[in-house]
């Protein structure tokens, strides 16, 4: 099968797409699925520099195959597997809890996949979008897990405009159904997240977070970006304040997420991306085959909305 291979850390020229590259049998738990589309997250250009070891992974053990969103079609069921049958699409996120990266991910026609990180797609919901919301919408259903669901009526969400930032906007419009959502952008992407359902939009090149927000306190707060101490003024007393990146805060109200993907995330998120509710931003669908211009345009922080590889048809 075709796959984006990788054998050693480093820049874009490490990745080798090979046309015969075998998988390892299915283990206990796991389903070949057949990849129509995944996409480019900050995790897997992070996993190619530098490892993951710096978030406490363990070390890769090479060749690597990257790509944690999917959506896909069963072809396959291992021993085990029981949740899912042949001919079944699904969708989900390929990365395990605890926080351990798969050795072969989606960057592939076909990936072993372990059907507790993913979940049956819903009728009629477009690829493109279920292959780009299995870590960005993913998280942040594991953040508001972590949340006191009673008081999550104010949200600030760091990052408003990120393919993480912008599923929570949605998800505290939607799902938490806050009464007051804030978000940091950057100044050409405000107005959009504006769109999508922050009532308060502050561009943080132009404008201090704390000061912008004074007189408000936060019942919940997803940082995208690594604010720290900025978030820890503006949160409540009895907030819960969620840190994706930076350097964990001191503070009882604080915890750090590392995200794996959970099939009931998925299946949370089902009913709101299948009637249109809330769906990703997309930047642009890119067939695999060009897989570089992909990458570079997820990692040159340009863009707007995610970037989706397509393998195959669905
Ligand atoms: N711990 C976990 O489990 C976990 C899970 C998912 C993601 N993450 C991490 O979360 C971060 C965001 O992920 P993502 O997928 O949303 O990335 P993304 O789609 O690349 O978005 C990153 C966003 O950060 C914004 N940004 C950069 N500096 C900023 C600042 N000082 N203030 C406000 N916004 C700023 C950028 O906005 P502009 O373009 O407007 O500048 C951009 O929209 C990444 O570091 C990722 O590795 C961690």
Known sequence: MRALVRSETGDLDTYDLKADFEL?????????????????????????????????????????????????EVVRVGPGAEKFSVGQKVFGNMQRQPHRPQQFGAWAEYANVYEDTIAALPEGLDPAIAGCVGVTFGTCIEAVERSDPASTRSVLITGGAGGVGSAMVQI?????????????????????????????????????????????????????????????????????????TGAAARDPRATFLLHGGKTNYYERLSPYLASGKMKPIIHQVVPFAEYKRAIELAESGGTMGKIVMEIARS
């Open 172 to 244: 505290a419009k939607h799902v938490l159904n806050s009464e007051f959502i804030a978000a940091t952008a950057s100044t050409s992407k405000v107005e959009e997240v504006g769109r999508i359902g922050a009532n308060k939009v502050v561009d943080y090149k132009t404008t201090d977070l704390v000061q912008a927000l004074e007189g408000n306190k936060f019942d919940f707060i997803l940082d995208t970006v690594g604010e720290g101490e900025k978030c820890l003024t503006l949160l409540a007393e009895d907030g819960k304040y969620v840190q994706l």
């Open 24 to 72: 390892p049998p299915l283990d206990e738990g796991q389903v070949l699925v057949k990849v129509f589309t995944t996409s480019v997250n900050p995790i897997d250009s992070l996993r190619r520099r530098i490892m993951l070891t710096v978030i406490g992974g363990p070390p890769d053990v090479f060749p690597v195959v990257d790509g944690y969103d999917l959506c896909g």
